[in-house]
C-alpha cells in the first residue's frame, strides 16, 4: 500500500533527524499513530505520491482541463507547476484534483467524484460544455474501461 511506503520513508527521514535513539524511537511511534489514523479517515483516498502542503498550490482551483500541473521536479519536497499548454496573460492557473483517467471520465463521474471527496460541484468550462451529455454510471465506464484497458 502506498500509504504504508509513505510512512517507512517519512519514517527514514526522521532517522536522518539528529536526535537521541529514544527520541527517534518516540518519533517513529508517532508516526506509526499518525499514519494509522489517516488511513482509518481517508482509507485510499490518501494513495498519492505524498501529501504536503503548500501555500501556492493550495490556492489553485480545479479544473477538469488544467492549464497547469503539479510536479516535483527534483523529486525533493519542492512543488513545481509545469504549464499544460499557452496561458493567456490574466488567466487563472488551474490544476486537476482528478487522476488522468478520471479526467477522462463521464462529466457525471468526475462531478460525483468532487462532490463525495472535496464537497464541491465542478462547474469548469469542460464540466459546462458537457452539461447535456448522459449520465454514464461510474459502474458502466468501469466495464467499458475494462475492456479497452485504458487506464
Known amino acids: 500500500k502506498q500509504w504504508y511506503q509513505r510512512r517507512v520513508r ?7 533527524i539528529p536526535l537521541t535513539k529514544d527520541e527517534k524511537d518516540e518519533l517513529e511511534q508517532r508516526l506509526d499513530v499518525l499514519y494509522d489514523k489517516i488511513y ?8 498519492v505520491e505524498g501529501t504536503g502542503l503548500y501555500e501556492v498550490q493550495s490556492k489553485l482551483n480545479h479544473s477538469c482541463e488544467p492549464n497547469v500541473q503539479v ?3 527534483s523529486s525533493n519536497d519542492e512543488v513545481s507547476l509545469v504549464a499544460l499548454r499557452d ?8 490544476i ?5 483517467c478520471q479526467l477522462e471520465s463521464s462529466r457525471h463521474s468526475r462531478r460525483k ?12 468550462a469542460k464540466c459546462k460544455a458537457q452539461i447535456d451529455d448522459p449520465d454514464v454510471t461510474s459502474e458502466e465506464e468501469d466495464e467499458e474501461d475494462s475492456e479497452n484497458e485504458m487506464c
Open 113 to 124: 467524484f468532487l462532490l463525495e471527496n472535496y464537497l464541491f460541484e465542478c462547474g469548469c
Open 40 to 47: 482509518e479517515e481517508s482509507g485510499t483516498f490518501t494513495d
Open 87 to 94: 496561458i493567456a496573460a490574466g488567466e487563472e492557473l488551474s
Open 10 to 16: 517519512d519514517c527514514k527521514r526522521a532517522h536522518a
Open 71 to 73: 510536479k516535483f521536479v
Open 96 to 100: 486537476s484534483y482528478l487522476s488522468c
